[in-house]
């Protein structure tokens, strides 16, 4: 029997197989499709990050009951320093989410990431660990902080003020909770590009 790579009797080797073009075409634009939805997902998580964070700055900022300064039954968020660090750690994850906003928006308009790729997927990823944790140690810190203010009958007199800042801690939570997420989903892009050499998922 004549081998597959031998010469034909005309002294021509057989023309190896070749993949369809349109079966080639049918998976690239399954994989445009599916990287699409995935950069709307990462979209999605980013922008309740971003609502969530900036809630939770929006209720803490304002949040003073009592006369003035001076008085001593007033309570205002920057006499405690837990309040004022929820207070700023969710100021900066709602800016940082915007910005992570606008650049989901270019790379699903655009088709390309802001920064070179190399960057892009490890500035996503190591920026979303750091302000994780920064947003769910403050939040931790002005649970805390609420909890003991309740122990002291703080709350009393003030009931306001204490509903407020545990509005504002609930809220920092979920903030916490959507870039964690968002986390995960830009450290699944970093593993695929160490594998792929491509942010993208193959």
């Known amino acids: 029997m004549r081998s597959p790579q031998e010469p034909n009797r005309n002294g021509d080797l057989p023309t190896p197989s070749v993949r369809p073009r349109n079966q080639s075409q049918f998976h690239s634009t399954v994989s445009l499709q599916k990287n699409r939805r995935f950069n709307i997902l990462i979209l999605i998580s980013r922008f309740a990050a971003f609502c969530f964070s900036l809630a939770s700055a929006i209720f803490m900022f304002p949040n003073s009951h009592g006369g003035s300064d001076s008085d001593s039954d007033s309570l205002r968020w920057y006499h405690f320093d ?43 990823f190591s920026h979303d660990q750091v ?58 892009r970093v593993v695929s590009f160490i594998l792929n050499g491509s942010r993208f998922h193959m």
């Open 82 to 124: 837990a309040f004022r660090f929820v207070a700023i750690a969710a100021a900066i994850v709602a800016l940082y989410s915007l910005f992570e906003i606008g650049a989901s928006v270019w790379e699903i308009s655009r088709g390309a990431t802001v920064f070179p790729e190399v960057v892009q997927v490890w500035f996503d």
């Open 131 to 188: 302000f994780a944790y920064m947003l769910l140690s403050a939040d931790s810190a002005g649970a805390a902080l609420a909890r003991t203010l309740r122990d002291r009958d703080t709350c009393t007199a003030n009931n306001a003020f204490c509903v407020q800042s545990d509005i504002s801690v609930a809220l920092g939570f979920a903030g916490f909770m959507f870039l964690g997420f968002s986390s995960l989903l830009s450290g699944f």
